[in-house]
């Protein structure tokens, strides 16, 4: 049974920092790409970062060069790390595993975790 577990999420002041590990079981976890989403209240969940298979990484405009994400293959864990937060980085934070198997892709998402950028 796959799971993802994520952590680390909390209340922070804006300027502030946070990092979020999403711990993974139940899959061969280098063969997958590992995704980190958020949805704002009223808002439609979206990609904050990805991190393929192979280590190559994607960060959308918004939080490039504030958010890096990583992952280590020996916990099983990718982990987003977020500095300088405003408070438009409050939302649900989603960790996501996906691979494509050459017919259909396999996805799982975890349960959320909420993050609060407070001012």
């Known amino acids: 049974q796959v799971q993802l577990v994520e952590s680390g999420g909390g209340l922070v002041q804006a300027g502030g920092s946070l990092r979020l590990s999403c711990a993974a079981s139940g899959i061969i976890f280098s063969w997958y790409d590992m995704g980190w989403y958020r949805q704002a209240p009223g808002k439609q969940r979206e990609l904050v970062a990805s991190i393929g298979s192979g280590g190559r990484t994607n960060v959308v405009d918004s939080v490039k060069g504030r958010f890096t994400i990583s992952r280590d293959s020996a916990k099983k864990t990718v982990y987003l790390q977020m500095n300088r937060l405003k408070l438009e980085d409050t939302a649900v934070y989603y960790c996501?595993?996906?691979?494509?198997?050459?017919?259909?892709?396999?996805?799982?998402w975890g349960q959320g975790t909420q993050d609060t950028v407070s001012s």
């Open positions: 996501k595993s996906s691979r494509w198997t050459g017919t259909r892709t396999l996805e799982n």
